[in-house]
């Protein structure tokens, strides 16, 4: 591999990648209302097409399915070929930023804007990745495709779309997680568990109004107990690293009950919120603090609390390790809960596995320990990326060992160090691949 070669075409390439990316930033492609053409809302699909603006003008081949995926192809195979698979759409920005949230805005070597980190900046250094082997005529023996979803922080309804009408890749990653390569996600299940108020307890209870997002501990809550107003402040992070934040669920529940605001049924729940959730991500509270060698410790966020006229409906994710059966966990947890509540699951994704003895795993830990001189052992994680709806997909990157709790944040940052060297890997990469 001729590495001087490609750090030079890098640094050649460095300015153009990062006025196309800006352009990418600049779309607010938060999912909104279905339109004509536009599956997930207009600014998801603004920014597939100028995405794909892009991708023509750096002269690949490009495609739009469904409206819903596009791709940037170089090689004539349409039928088998490598995939890189990233995402458009983005969470919404949130309150309290200190950069605009759709921009791209470099402070003293930082790159703030939401998507830098999620997922619109890995992509497009894919897209760039493949743009440095064209331009230097790189012998490819395989077609490789970056594909842009638009609806992954919603539910992946696209890639079924995309897959209506074409192949899925022979095999390939999403660079939306973390490094080393992830060859294993854990189960994912989202509940609902619903408890009855049966006195006039919830009457002392008139204004009730939450940041809550099932993608991000919720940090601010507005409460009327009383006639008395609260504001209740705890801190945001993403909500696959709980430990992160501070849940105002669970402190709403907390003051509620320390400083005797309420009586009743809604006190004994707030009791048992506060005692079985409180700070115990894992699981403990409610005795499903399971734990495997592959995946770690079981990981727990309350995301969401409504208050309705004669019930209470809180909103549970939890991430469970990747050899634990789903029917374990909720007997065990139904057990757990208070005897009037009753368990109802939304939405449920079974562990994901990869052979982590495939060709592509060990090109990966190759180049990432060449290219940074940490340990590039292939590990499993708590988050859920396309790796799940896609076939033959893994996560590689983009973030590195120790970064967590940016991506779903106010003031989401990469930096240009780092922006850099996830371009030199995934160049590098790409090269090895497709050998």
């Known amino acids: 591999m001729n590495v001087s070669l490609f750090k030079e075409e890098i640094t050649k390439i460095e300015t153009d990648f990062y006025k196309g990316l800006n352009r990418i930033m600049k779309i607010n492609s938060v999912k909104s209302t279905p339109e004509k053409n536009a599956p997930f809302g207009l600014g998801p ?36 070929y490598i995939g890189i698979v990233g995402h458009l759409d983005v969470v919404a920005e949130g309150d309290d930023w200190d950069y605009p949230p759709f ?18 900046g890995p992509i497009i250094a894919n897209l760039y990745a493949l743009y440095v082997l064209k331009k230097i005529n790189y012998p490819l023996t395989k077609t490789v495709r970056i594909i842009f979803g638009t609806d992954e922080e919603s539910g992946s309804a696209d890639i079924p779309l995309y897959l209506e009408k074409e192949n899925p890749p022979l095999y390939g990653y999403t660079p939306d997680c973390k490094y080393p390569a992830v ?33 991000a501990i919720p940090d601010t809550l507005k409460v009327t107990v009383n006639n008395k107003d609260f504001l209740i402040k705890g801190k945001r992070a993403p909500s696959n690293a709980p430990e992160l934040g501070e849940n105002v669920i669970t402190l709403f529940a907390k003051k509620m009950v320390s400083e005797n605001l309420v009586t009743g049924n809604l006190r004994t729940f707030l009791i048992w919120l506060d005692n079985c959730l409180h700070n115990q991500h894992d699981g403990s509270g409610l005795k499903i603090n399971y734990h495997d060698q592959e995946s770690g410790d079981l990981s727990l966020t309350p995301f969401d609390l409504k208050f309705e006229e004669n019930n209470i409906k809180l909103g549970l994710s939890i991430r469970y390790p990747v050899t634990m059966k789903k029917e374990d966990l909720l007997s065990k947890l139904q057990n757990s809960l208070l005897k009037s509540s009753t368990l109802h699951v939304i939405r449920e994704l079974p562990a994901t596995f990869f052979d982590k003895n495939h060709p592509m795993i060990a090109s990966m830990t190759q180049v990432y320990e060449e290219l940074t001189g940490l340990d590039g052992t292939p590990v499993t994680t708590t988050g859920a990326t396309y790796a799940r709806s896609m076939p033959n997909i893994v996560a590689f990157g983009p973030s590195f060992p120790g970064q967590k709790g940016i991506a779903h944040n106010k003031n ?12 030199e890997i995934y ?4 090269a090895e691949l497709t050998k």
């Open 412 to 423: 989401e940052y990469m930096s240009q160090k780092d922006l850099l060297k996830n371009l």
């Open 427 to 430: 160049t590098y990469l790409l």
């Open 103 to 120: 921009d791209l805005t470099l402070d003293n070597g930082i790159f703030y804007g939401r998507g830098i980190l999620d997922n619109k």
């Open 183 to 215: 060859y294993g996600e854990r189960g994912m299940i989202r509940l609902e568990i619903e408890t009855p108020i049966t006195d006039n307890s919830l009457s002392s209870l008139t204004h009730f109004e939450g940041n809550f997002d099932r993608s």
């Open 45 to 80: 699909k603004l920014a597939l097409d100028e995405a794909i603006l892009l991708s023509k003008e750096l002269g690949f081949k490009t495609k739009i399915i469904n409206n819903a995926v596009g791709y940037a192809q170089l090689g004539d195979d349409d039928n088998n």
